[in-house]
């Protein structure tokens, strides 16, 4: 029997282990975030006063992550630069991509060998969120089952979706199973860019070359084995220019 509880009710697993390392994906194009993009790579835009990319790591270092791979490819020199004066606990290692825009799946693959942990997490790096109650990679690690996940990813219902103009992401099963909304409908829940995912969910035939995690969810959908969970804090899509001044005001409200 699946001893997963569901997600919606806030009663952590005990003695989840927070995983040691977390793929930072930072090697998009940032073209919705023009022109601020012109000059400098989406994950160093600020708001509220530091780069999204450092909201992303301190996040990581204070629930105990000791190392981060992070992909580079737009404007990889100011990436890797900033990088470099990065020393507050957490160790950075670079996945180089200059050559060729995998996407977040294929980006996954070229990583994997800098990636010593199972499970690891998977953070975007223009995340913006505020824990709630509980620290929400706390809360991932304490919800994690091995024998039952091959990724659980973290949801926030459309309602509390700061910024987002979109319809949803998915549909949660009293489990915390994840099933995908049809075409032209919506879902109550949106993926927060976070997740917590095996190294089994990479195994098997894939492309060679640029891919989404969309494929790599469907194939553990399929097989039963996508979950998700409920981020109990603020979350932002800080996507575009204007986001940025209304995320700035709920923070500063809040």
Request: net charge neutral; with cysteine.
């Amino acid at each position: 029997m699946n001893r997963y509880r569901t997600p919606l009710a806030l009663r952590p697993e005990p003695g989840g282990q927070v995983p040691a390392v977390a793929m930072v994906l930072a090697a998009g194009l940032g073209k919705r975030m023009r022109p601020l993009t012109a000059t400098r790579p989406k994950p160093l835009i600020e708001v509220a006063g530091k780069p999204l990319l450092d909201h992303a790591l301190d996040r990581l270092r204070a629930a105990g992550v000791k190392k981060a791979v992070v992909n580079v490819h737009y404007l990889a020199d100011a990436l890797e630069a900033h990088l470099t004066n990065r020393v507050e606990g957490i160790e950075i290692t670079v996945s180089d991509e200059r050559d060729q825009l995998l996407e977040t799946g294929g980006g996954l693959v070229k990583a994997l060998p800098l990636i010593d942990a199972d499970p690891f997490l998977v953070v975007n790096s223009d995340n913006l969120w505020i824990d709630g109650p509980m620290d929400s990679l706390r809360l991932l690690a304490a919800q994690w089952d091995a024998g039952h996940m091959d990724a659980l990813l973290l949801l926030v219902p459309l309602a509390r979706a700061n910024c987002h103009s979109g319809q949803g992401d998915f549909h949660l099963g009293a489990d915390g199973a994840l099933r995908r909304k049809k075409p032209g409908t919506v879902a109550p829940y949106v993926f927060t860019g976070i997740q917590m995912v095996s190294k089994r969910l990479l195994e098997g035939d894939l492309p060679s070359g640029p891919f989404s995690t969309n494929l790599l969810w469907d194939r553990a959908m399929e097989k039963g084995r996508c979950f998700g969970v409920v981020h109990q804090g603020l979350w932002f899509d800080v996507g575009s220019p204007p986001n940025i001044k209304k995320a700035e005001e709920i923070l500063g409200q809040s």
